[in-house]
């Protein structure tokens, strides 16, 4: 066996240099110094992503917050570079090993977690064929498993080792200050003003809002392997070095003036403090119930106070968090109102199949009120989407597809719980809670937002579920084994 590994190893050491080898020979033959540069880096890529696709696959997931956007590519088709042909060859690397005998981690796809995804497949693939614009449908439908399959169930496939857990976390982390290193030095050129913090971190993401999104998932991380880092062999050096990371991207976030991802770490510190006190998951769930059924009871009277903060945004720190709330005069705040309340009306015309998915920004202008559209609403929906990943998921999916997802977020939320409050593992515990409240940033930034369907937030979103589900999986697999005589 040893000598048969051996031998498997030799020859695709020896590919690896032929490819290598083969690419710089055509690169001198063409004489172009830039595809001298390219043609070797991709090729030596694609020997690697032969011989290693796991380790390949966690690279690609790790490059995301780096990638570039080419808007239309033809067929009106986007595309981010270099990671998604990079997931292509991914897929048909793993797809040629499931046909060569990969085995299929039968209990991973019988958890209900699996299940919820399977099923949230098969609904949107559903809904596709009953859409409005069936053609954008199957695009987003397309675009969704392309990143579902990879980063949900390939992931879970790898993270039954937890060493690739540990590898995309620091991957990932690693590209983000990267990126907001880059930004933080084009925004200081600025002098860090809130009107230039839109669009300051282009070519890699279009809006300060995605941006702020997608770090945000690295702030618990950091947090958990800062100070509880003794927990996982990380020196004392290390530990004082992430702290300053940790600063490092929490400036970045404060000045991207995102209020959304503000509320965001708000609410990941509040569910930390849940999780230091213990509370019972299913009492935080009756509470959260009760608290919306009061709410809805409560609708005009809660309206009507917020109606008396006419705080607009400012360059000032503390007038911009004041704004947060004001839905009187602040036309983002307004703006946004404005497209939930066109979301409740389309469910109420096609409310089990919805209008097909990603079909919301070309249909929700006719169920605006003139009465309650603003000075930045428009009908040709240039201008965001439904601004809320529940809304929009109501709208385009129906009922059926917005209790899917739900579910989706209810089971990853249990098995967190479940995880952080278990007493034998500590580490496990540890990392639940980071990779937990990395995600929950996002749970509560989709209030306001929906960016699910890009590769910014899809990876490390559809990632963090996967590395949820993986530790529970391990978890209960331990106990079951110290449960036998």
């Given at each position: ?11 695709r050491r ?17 004489g ?6 390219i043609l ?44 998604e ?19 299929i ?8 977690m ?5 099923f949230?497949?098969i ?8 859409s ?5 449908s199957f ?16 992931f879970l ?11 995309f ?13 880059y930004t933080?030095g ?26 702020a ?11 958990v ?26 400036f ?14 708000v ?11 213990r ?6 769930i ?33 007038g ?6 004001n839905?009187?005069?602040?036309p ?20 089990i ?17 003139s ?10 929906g240039?201008?965001?989407d ?11 999916t ?6 899917i997802?739900?579910s ?20 496990i ?19 306001l ?6 590769d ?6 559809w ?6 589900i ?16």
């Amino acid at each position: 066996m040893d000598q048969s590994r051996a031998h498997i190893g030799g020859w695709r050491r020896w590919l690896f240099i032929a490819l290598v080898g083969t690419a710089c020979g055509l690169a001198a033959a063409f004489g172009d110094p830039v595809i001298a540069a390219i043609l070797p880096l991709a090729l030596a890529l694609l020997a690697a992503a032969f011989h290693r696709p796991d380790y390949f696959l966690v690279f690609v997931a790790s490059l995301v917050p780096l990638s570039i956007g080419v808007n239309d590519i033809g067929a009106n088709l986007g595309l981010s570079l270099p990671t998604e042909p990079l997931i292509f060859i991914a897929l048909a690397i793993f797809a040629a090993k499931l046909f060569l005998g990969l085995r299929i981690d039968a209990e991973a796809m019988q958890h209900p977690m699996s299940l919820a995804v399977l099923f949230y497949l098969i609904w949107i693939f559903v809904t596709a064929l009953t859409s409005t614009m069936p053609l954008v449908s199957f695009k987003n439908v397309l675009a969704r498993t392309w990143f579902i399959v990879p980063f949900y169930f390939i992931f879970l496939h790898l993270f039954r080792q937890r060493r690739f857990i540990h590898l995309f976390l620091i991957g990932f982390t690693a590209a983000t200050l990267i990126l907001i290193l880059y930004t933080l030095g084009q925004h200081a050129r600025e002098g860090f003003l809130r009107s230039s913090s839109y669009s300051i971190m282009w070519p890699f993401f279009p809006d300060h809002g995605m941006y702020a999104a997608t770090i945000a998932f690295c702030v618990p991380i950091l947090a958990v392997f800062a100070f509880g880092g003794g927990w996982f062999g990380v020196n004392l050096n290390w530990r004082i070095a992430l702290t300053v990371v940790l600063g490092i991207v929490l400036f970045g976030i404060v000045v991207s003036y995102t209020r959304a991802t503000w509320l965001s770490l708000v609410a990941a510190a509040g569910v930390y403090v849940l999780f230091r006190l213990r509370i019972p998951f299913w009492s935080i769930i009756t509470v959260l119930v009760c608290t919306a059924g009061y709410a809805v009871s409560q609708e005009e009277r809660i309206l009507y106070e917020l109606e008396q903060n006419k705080q607009g945004s400012d360059d000032e720190l503390e007038g911009h968090v004041k704004s947060v709330s004001n839905i009187s005069t602040d036309p983002s705040n307004l703006e946004r109102i404005n497209r939930w309340k066109c979301a409740l009306r389309m469910v109420k015309v096609h409310p089990i199949t919805g209008f097909g998915p990603g079909t919301y920004v070309f249909q929700y202008g006719p169920f605006q009120l003139s009465s309650e559209e603003t000075i930045i609403s428009t009908h040709s929906g240039t201008l965001g989407d439904a601004h809320s990943e529940y809304f929009s998921h109501l709208s385009e999916t129906g009922i059926p597809g917005f209790l899917i997802y739900l579910s989706i977020l209810f089971i990853v939320s249990q098995r967190a719980f479940r995880l952080v409050y278990q007493p034998d593992d500590r580490r496990i515990a540890l990392l639940a809670t980071g990779i937990y409240l990395g995600l929950m940033t996002y749970l509560t930034h989709a209030l306001l937002n929906n960016y699910s369907g890009i590769d910014k937030v899809a990876v490390p979103f559809w990632g963090f579920c996967a590395a949820i589900i993986a530790l529970d999986l391990d978890w209960m697999r331990r106990k079951r084994r110290a449960a036998q005589p």
